[in-house]
Each structure stands twice: as C-alpha cells, then as structure tokens.
C-alpha cells in the first residue's frame, strides 16, 4: 500500500507526518489517526476502517504531554495490530484545567486550522477571542474568527468590525450555519490533507456548522432564549471526515479556555503593546508607575484602547499564575516518576536477593 493514498490524506496525513517514518515503519506499521478517546480505550482511524485500541502498556505514559488525544497519529503494527509508537505532533492545542488539581488538559493535536466559532449575538467577547487567538498562536495552529448566526442579527458587519480590529492580518468570516450557500468563505481552509478544529462556547454552532460542511452526522440543541447559552449538547470529541476532503474536529463548548504556555502568543495578539514597549525607558518596564513608559504615554494619547491595555494585562497575569503551576507540577510529576523508579529498582534488588 503506498502512504500517500487519498484514504490517508482525507484524515489529514501530510508531508510532515511522512518524513517520520522509516522504511522498516513502511514496511511493517499502518498510520492510524486518533479519533476518540474513551476510557480505557480508543478509536483509530486508518485509511480502511476503524480499529479499536485497549489503552495499556506503552500508551500509558506518564508524562501527561504524551497522553493520546483526538487527532493524533499512531503507528500499529500490520503482523499483531498491536501500538508501535505515536508520531510527533506537529502542533497541540492544550489547556488548563479550570479544576483543583490545575492540570494541564490535551485538546486536539495535529491540525492546521482553528476554527474560533462565535455568534453575532451575546456570546460575541472580545477578550474571549483574544484568549483562543493566544492560544492558536501558541500552538502554531492558523486562526479564523468564524461569526455564525449572521441571519439572527441585524448588524453582522458591526461584529466583524469589531473582530478584525483584533489584528491587521486576521481572518474573519461571517455565516449562517444553516444556510450551506454561505459557507465557500471557509472552502480555502478545507481542503484534503488540512485538518480543523472547532471551538468555543456551547450553542455558538460548532455542529451545526460542521453539519454544513459535511460531516452531517453531529447532533444539534437549541439553545436558552435570554442569554443565547447552548446546553452542551456535545459532550464528546470527534474526527470528521467531510466532503470536500478535509477533517473536522468538533468539540464540547468551552466556556474558558484556562492558557499553558501562550506568552509568545499573547505578544503575537498584542503586537502593538509589544512594540510600543520597545521605547519604554526600562526594559523590565511593568506599564504601571515607572516614568518613561511608552505604554502608558499611548493611552493617554488615546493611540491604545483602554479595552485592548486591560485585557493585555489580565490574561499576561492569568498566563502567569498558569506557568507557575504548571512548573510546580512538572517537579511534582518529575518527583513522583523519579520515587516509582526507586520502588521499582528496590522491587528488582529484593527479588535477586
Ligand atoms: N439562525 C441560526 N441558527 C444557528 C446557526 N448556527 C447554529 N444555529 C442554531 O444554534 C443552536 C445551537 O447549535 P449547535 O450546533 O448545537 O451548537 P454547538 O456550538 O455545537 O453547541 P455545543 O455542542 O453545546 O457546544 C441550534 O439550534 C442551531 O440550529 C446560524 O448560523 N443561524
Ligand atoms: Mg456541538
Ligand atoms: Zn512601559
């Protein structure tokens, strides 16, 4: 079987996947796409069917990075169909969980695009899109702002002004989910060998939106009349191959996604912020008290929005506090992994002895 078949390619299989794999892999593995996880086990994809996977053993590892997501790509043996190894990533979109333990939640790997899935309605927040837009950046992965339900508004220009003042270069476009004619403004980033997440908040039409561009097999809910919230009518992550070849990652809405390592993405969406505080007068310069600021200068001159300076400042703390515990965690991890190590050898010695 050659590797670059158009099976293969319709999950997204790409050149940077290809340039993984030895002769030997050729010769004795299948690629197999994650396309969901469930307890215990999980669902690939090859280019011919679907195959299930006990989560043991060697898939087990501990570093939680390692753990297998939802577009991942795997290696399976052809002679046992047992799992050989996952290949590298090319990108990874993470966050951290919003429980007590802070960890850090893999949430789809491998894909090309994000799809940042507002409405034109109250689920529409600035800073909202500049948290996703931080974290796309962050993972590598090419943003579009996507504003659905353009027929439930009166004014769904007003909110693509609103989302291109995000960015000079931003992509945004504007749909009716339900209206299939609308949708040619997303075919650029939907072809075969490209790979989509969707993401944001229940009920914005993440679904119905993949629905419509082919993957017809996603259910849809209603959402509440007062405050447009959706009713998490998705609760699973899945791959979806659609029509004109590309795949599709839907995703349960999120209200908040908590950043892990986005501070080069946040500079990329507050590029001006980063570069009016070239001319700062310190060079650790907080933006705050300290005399010379070219930040602050901005503001009062009115050339920086009080809106984009306040978002800036709480999502670079919030990303702050993120790196502190993810740091904290790491030792943790490395700790334990270390102790089970010693158990281990111990085990080892006294079985000798
Ligand atoms: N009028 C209109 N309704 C839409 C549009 N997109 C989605 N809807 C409706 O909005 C509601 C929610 O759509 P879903 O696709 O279930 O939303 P979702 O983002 O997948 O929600 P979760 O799975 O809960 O995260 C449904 O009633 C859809 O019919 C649109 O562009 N226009
Ligand atoms: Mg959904
Ligand atoms: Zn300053």
Redesign the pocket.
């Known amino acids: 079987m050659s590797l670059q078949n158009d099976a293969l390619t319709r999950l997204g299989w790409n050149a940077s996947l290809q340039q993984q794999l030895t002769l030997e892999d050729i010769e004795q593995t299948v690629p197999c796409r994650v396309s969901a996880v469930h307890r215990g086990q999980i669902i690939v994809s090859h280019g011919e069917g679907e195959l299930t996977l006990a989560l043991t053993g060697k898939m087990l590892q501990q570093r939680a990075e390692h753990q297998m997501t939802v577009g991942d790509w795997l290696l399976v043996s052809r002679e046992t169909g047992a799992f050989v190894r996952q290949l590298e990533r090319f990108s990874l979109i993470q966050r951290q969980s919003a429980g007590t333990d802070k960890s850090q939640q893999l949430i789809v790997a491998n894909v090309d695009t994000l799809f940042i899935?507002t409405?034109c309605n109250d689920d529409f927040n600035l800073s909202r899109l500049e948290r996703y837009l931080a974290i796309a950046y962050s993972a590598e992965v090419y943003p579009v702002i996507v504003l659905?339900?353009?027929?439930?508004s009166d004014t769904p220009q007003s909110y693509m002004d609103q989302a291109r003042t995000l960015g000079a270069n931003l992509i945004v476009e504007t749909?009716?989910?339900?209206?299939p004619t609308t949708l040619n403004v997303l075919q650029n980033w939907c072809k075969p060998g490209q790979s989509i997440a969707l993401v944001?908040?229940?009920?914005?039409?993440?679904?119905?939106?993949a629905n419509a561009l082919g993957a017809k097999s996603?259910?849809?809910?209603?959402?509440r009349e007062d405050d447009a919230k959706?009713?998490?009518?998705?609760t699973q992550r899945s791959l979806l191959p659609l029509d004109n070849g590309a795949v599709l990652i839907?995703?349960?809405?999120i209200r908040e996604l908590g950043m892990v390592d986005a501070v080069a993405g946040l500079v990329t969406v507050f590029e001006e912020i980063a570069e009016l505080s070239q001319n700062c007068r310190f060079s650790d310069c907080q933006h705050d008290q300290e005399p010379g600021c070219a930040v602050k200068a901005a503001l009062e001159k009115e050339e920086l929005s009080e809106r984009r300076m306040k978002s800036y400042t709480k999502l670079m703390a919030e990303q702050e506090r993120n790196a502190a515990t993810t740091a904290e965690r790491r030792k943790k991890e490395k700790a334990t992994v270390k102790f089970h190590k010693k158990i281990q050898s111990q085990k080892k010695l006294s079985r000798r002895y």
Do not use: E, F, Y
Not at 201 to 206: E, H, I, L, Y
Not at 230 to 234: A, D, L, P
């Open positions: 899935v409405s659905t339900k353009q027929d439930m749909v009716n989910a339900l209206d944001g908040s229940s009920g914005v039409g993440k679904s119905t939106l996603q259910k849809t809910g209603d959402i959706g009713r998490h009518t998705t839907d995703n349960p809405g």
